[in-house]
C-alpha cells in the first residue's frame, strides 16, 4: 500500500507541473500583464521595463516559472490588482467555497444516488423512465439559466429559499447555489448508478446469491449494491475537485465571493498573480482528490490491491 | 465492446435469456437454400445495420433528428423564419411585452426577441459542430495511434491527456479567451478543440487496444497486413461506435458552454447574436421582463436537449449492453 | 409418523413411491423483442435421492433453462412459465409463494454453475461468502460462520483453510473456486445438488479431480444430483441415467449404459460418433450435420428432422412422443425401432 500511494505521487508531479505551466503560460505569455495594468493608457517605456524586471518578465517563459513556483513555495502568491496579498484573498475565499462545494455535494451524492438506485432497481418501469427524462433535462439547460430560473422562481417569487448570500455565506443561505452547482453532477451520478446496478444485476454473482436463498433485502445491499457503488464512489470522488472549480458560474450569479468569483475578478482584471495561484491551488486539491479516489478504489475492489 | 460485430450476442443480449439462447436465422442443410426476393434480410445483420434498426423503432430518435435538422436549416438559413435583422433595434420599445408581429416581445435595447432568437442558433449551432468535428479528428487520430503502436508515444500521449483533464474546462476557457481576447466562432472553437481533445483519444485508445486483441484482428496481422491497412480495414470500422456515441453527446455540452462563455463575457461578444449574450443582458432585469431571459434560455436549452437526446439514442442502439 | 411409514422403514413420508425430484410437462419461453422463443417445450424427469441424472445437450437444448426453473432463478420477465409442474418432495414449487421458495434454495437445492470466477462476488472474501449461507439460513454469528466456512474449505480439500479464508476469488486457482463452488453448494447438506456444467471452464486433469470429488461427496451424504453437461467422457464415470436434450424436449432418456451400447434416438447416435476414439485413428469423425434450431422458429413436426440422416415425410410433420422402447428406457424418433435395431 504504502510503495503504491508514493508511486501515485510521483506520478502526479508531471502533472501538477504540465498543468500549472500550461496556465503560466496562457496567462503571462498571451497576454501583457504590464499593459492590463495601465487600462487604456500606453506607460511609459522605462516604467514598463523597470516593473517587468521587478516582476521577473525580462526572462525566458521557463525561468519565469521557476522563479513564480518558487515563491509559490515560500508562501508568497504575489498581489492581487487591489494590492491585497493573494494569500489574503485566499484566505477568505476559499472557507466560502468549501462550504458551497460540501452542500452541493451533500445534494449530488444523497439525491444523485437516490435516485440512481430507485431508477436501476426499477429498470423499464415508470419511475426508471421518470428518473431518466429529469437527468435529460437536468443535463440540457445550461447551469446559469438553471441558476437565473431557481433564484428568480424559488427565492423571488415563491420565497422558498433565500435568493442572495449573505456575507460570511451561512449554509441556510447555500442551498440554491448548492442545487445549481450540483444539477449536472447530481445528474450523472444518477445516471452512473442506474447503469452500474443494471449490469450488476444481469452478473453471475448475483444469480448465485439468489440461488443460495438469501432473503431479497440480502441479496441487493450486500451483494447488488456494495458492487455498484465502486464506480459511483469513484466518480463523486473526482467530482469534488471539479466541484471546486466549476463554481465561477454559481458563485458569479449569487454573488458569493469564494475562490470562482475571485479568479474572475482576477481575470477580468488581468491580474496574473491571482489567477495562476488560485488555479495552483485548485490542481493540487484535484490531484488530491484523485489521490484519494484511488485509495478508496484499492479498499473497495480487492482485485486492484496488489496491482 | 469485443464481439458488437458478432451478430449472435447483439441478438442475444436484447432477447436478455440467461444462458444465452441460440437464436440464429435458419440455414439448416434441410432447407434447401432458395435465393430470397428480399436479399437483404438474409444477410446477417452487422452492428451499424442492427443499430439503424434499433434507432428506426426510437421516437426520441426522430424528434431530436427532426429538431436538429431544424436547427441546421435556420442557422443556415435564418430568413427562412425571421426576415428581420437582429440588429436593427428601437430604444422606444425597450422590454416591452409581445405584440402583434413580434411574438417574444422586445429585450432591454428594443430589439425583437424572437429574431434574435432564431438568428441565434447559427452561433450555438456552428461552434458545436466545429469544435466536436475538430476534437473527434484530432482526438482520433492522437488517441488511435497511441493505442495502435503503444510504447513510449502512449506514454508521453497519456501523460499529456492528464494534464489536460487537470484544468477544468470553464476555468481553462476563461483563462484561455480573457487573454485571447476577440472571441469569436473561431477562437472558441479552437479553445474547445485544444481542450476537448483527451477525452475523445482516451475514448480511441482504449477503443483500439480492444480491437487490436481480437482474434481476426491477429490474424489478419499474422497474415502479414500493413499497418495502414490493419488500422483502416480492421481497427478504425471497430473502435468508431464508441467516439460516435461521445461525439454526439459532446456536441450538446459544446453548445452549453459556449453560451455559458458568452454569458461570463469572455466568448462571443456583441454585436455577434448569442443566447449567451443575451440571457446576459437579460439577467439584471429578471424581476422586470422575465420574457426577455426566458426565450433565449428556452432555445439553448432545448437545442442542447436535442443533441444530448440524439446521442442517448446512438448509443442505446450501439451499445446494446447498456440497455 | 405415519402407519405406512413404520411398514414402509423409510425415513419420510412418501419418499418410497415419490421421487425425490419430478418434473411434469414443463414448459419455459422467454420474449424477446423478435418473438417467443421457446426454450423448453414439455420436459418430463425425475432424480431419486443418492441419484445422479446426467442432462446432455448442445447450448440452446434447453437443459440450462430446466435447471433455472427448478432453482427458480429464472429471470421473469422476460421468462415464463406457461406450464407444468416441478414436485419437490411431493410438492409442486411452482405454486409455492416467494418466501417458500427462498427457504429451499441453498438448504435443499443447490446449485454449482459453471463459471466460478464470475459467479463468485468478487468483492467479497471467500470466507463472507461461503458463512453467508449460515448466516442469512441459521441465524449463525459473523465468527461462528467464518470457523464454519473454515470446515467447509477443509472438507472440500483446499490447502491451508485457516489462512485462505479470508482471500478473494481472484486469489484462487480454477480448480480451487470450483471446490469453493461445491463447499457452498454443500454448507447445508442440501437434498438435491443441480451442476450446470461444473468442469467445463476447467483444464482436463482439474476435471477429473472436481468430479470425483463431487461424486464422492453425493455418495456421503446421498444427495440427488442432477448433471447438466454436452460431455459425455463425464456421465459415463458418474451418472446412473441420461437424458439428452434437444430444441427444449428431452429426445432420449435411458439407463447410462444402456445409452452408449445402443442408442435408440438418431441425435444420440450422432454425438456419440462424434466422439474422437482411438480405434478409428486416421478416419475422419464424425459431425452431425447443421446448427442447432433457432428456438424462435422451431422445425415443424421432429425439431431434428432437418439434420437427420433418417428423416422422412412423417418427421416433418409430426411430433413424435417418447416412446417406451425398453426397461426404462424412452425415444423420442419415430423411427426408434430401426435405430435400435441397425
Redesign the interface.
Known sequence: MGRYVIRRLLQMVPVFIGTTFLIFVMVYALGDPVAAMFGDRAPDPATAAQIRHDLYLDHSLPAQYVHYMGQIFTGDFGKAATGQPVTELMGSAFPVTIRLTLVAFAFEAVIGIGLGLLAGLRRGRFADSGVLAFTLLVVSIPTFVTAYLLQYFVGVKWGLASPAVADGAPFGDLILPGVVLAGVSLAYVARLTRTSVAENSRADYLRTAVAKGLPKRRVVTVHLLRNSLIPVVTFLGTDLGALMGGAVVTERIFNIHGVGWQLYQGILRQNPPTVVGFVTILVIVFLAANLLVDLLYAVLDPRIRYV | MSDMYDTQSL?NA??????????????????PAKPSPDGAREKPRSLWNDAWHDLSRKPMFYVSGLLILFLIVISIWPGLIASASPLACDLAKSQDGPTSGHPFGFDQQGCDVYTRVVHGARASVSVGLFATAGVTVLGSVLGGLAGYFGGWWDAILS??S???F???I???G???L???KGGNVTTVSIFMILLGWPQIARIARGAVITAKQQDYVQAARALGAGNARMLLRHIAPNALAPIIVVATIAL?TYI?LE??LS????GLKPPAVSWGID?SQA?SQ??NA?HM?LWP?GA???T??AF??LG?AVRDALDP??R | MTVIDQTAGAPAPGTTTAPLLEVRDLHVEFHTRDGVAKAVNGVNYSVNAGETLAVLGESGSGKSVTAQAIMGILDMPPGRIPRGEILFQGRDMLKMSAEERRKLRGRKIAMIFQDALSSLNPVLSVGYQLGEMFRAHQGLSRKAAKAKAIELMDRVRIPAAKERVNDYPHQFSGGMRQRIMIAMALALEPDLIIADEPTTALDVTVQAQVMDLLAELQQEFTMGLILITHDLGVVADVADKIAVMYAGRIVEDAPVHEIYKRPAHPYTKGLLQSIPRLDQKGQELYAIKGLPPNLLRIPSGCAFNPRCPMAQDICRTEVPVLHTVGDRRGSACHFWKETLGE
Open positions: 441478438v436484447a432477447g436478455g435469456a440467461p444462458g444465452g439462447l441460440p437464436v440464429q436465422e435458419p440455414h439448416g442443410p434441410g432447407e501523460r499529456i492528464d494534464i489536460f487537470g484544468i477544468p470553464l476555468l481553462g476563461v483563462v484561455f480573457s487573454v485571447v450538446g452549453s453560451a455559458t454569458f461570463l463575457g469572455v440571457i439577467s429578471i424581476r422575465p431571459l434560455a439553448l436549452s432545448v442542447v436537449l444530448i437526446m442517448d449492453k447498456l
